[in-house]
C-alpha cells in the first residue's frame, strides 16, 4: 500500500501513524512524504514543505517498482502539491482503490490546507477516489452546509458524491452526545450506518489517519467497502480505549495493540487480527 501524506515527528498522525496501522493490519507501507512537520500532542509547531516534483518522483518510483494494492492520501497543503498528486495517480495508479482522508486541521488547531486549495481538492483529487473521509467540521468547510444530524450528513454525502467519488464517509465523532454516528454513501444510493458510544479520552491524536489508513489496508486485502470500514471503526476503537497516555495534550493511539508479545521477552510476536 502506498501512503502519500505529511510526517508527524510526534508519531501520533501522519505517515508514522499510517506506517504502524497497515503494519498492524498485516499490509506492507510504501510512502511518498509530502510534507515535515515539527508536532506533539500539544500542536504543530513548523511545518516544512516538499517540492511537488520530488513529492512525485517518490510516487512514481514506488508504483513503477513496487506497485500497490491501495493508495491512502492525508496531507496535501496545497494545490501544487494535490496538482502533484493527481498527475502520478492519474498516470501510474489507474484502478487503484484511493482513500482521501481530506486533512485541513491539526488536532491543535493549525491549519494544514490552504484555503486556496480547498476547489483543487475538490475538482482534481475527488474524482479519483474510491472514498474520501471528511470529519464534520471537513464535511461543512467542504460543502459550505452546517452538518449536525444524520439528515445532515446524508444530504452533505450527497453533495459531495456528485463531485465524482465513488463514496463518502462522513465521520461523527465531532458531533455532540454519548453516541457516535458515521455514515458511509456509496454512488448508486447505498447508505450504511455505523454506530458506537463514545470512548472518553484526550488521546485522539491521529484518529483520522489511522481510520483512513486502516480501510484502505482492508481495501487492499479484499474486503467490501463497508466490511472495511466495520474492521477499521473496531481497529480504532480499541487503539483509543488502550492509549498509551503519553503527553500533555491529545496523545497518539496504541496502534499495536493487534499484536501482543509473549515468551519472556524473546521478541516473538503473534497477530491477533
Known sequence: MLIIAGSDSGGGAGIQADIKTVTALGGYAATAVTALTAQNTLGVHGVHSVPPDFIRQQIDVVLADIGADAIKTGMLHSAAVIDAVCQSLSARGAGI????????????????LDTSAIDTMKSRLFPLARLITPNLPETEAL?????????????????????????????GGHGEGAEITDLLAEAGGKVTLFRGRRIDTRHTHGTGCTLASAIATGLAQGLTLADAVARARKYVRKALRTAPGLGQGHGPLN???????????????????
Not at 482503490?97 to 494544514?112: C, H, I, Q, T
Not at 450528513?153 to 463514496?167: H, I, T, Y
Not at 509473549?262 to 510476536?269: A, N, P, R
Open 143 to 171: 460543502t459550505g452546509n452546517v452538518v449536525r444530524s444524520v439528515d445532515d450528513m446524508r444530504r452533505a454525502a450527497e453533495a459531495l458524491l456528485a463531485l465524482g467519488c465513488g463514496a463518502v464517509l462522513v465521520k
Open 255 to 273: 496502534h499495536g495493540h493487534t499484536v501482543r508479545s509473549f515468551g519472556g521477552g524473546s521478541g516473538k510476536t503473534r497477530s491477533t487480527t
Open 97 to 112: 482503490p484511493l482513500v482521501v482522508d481530506p486533512v485541513m486541521v491539526a488536532k491543535g488547531g493549525a491549519s494544514l
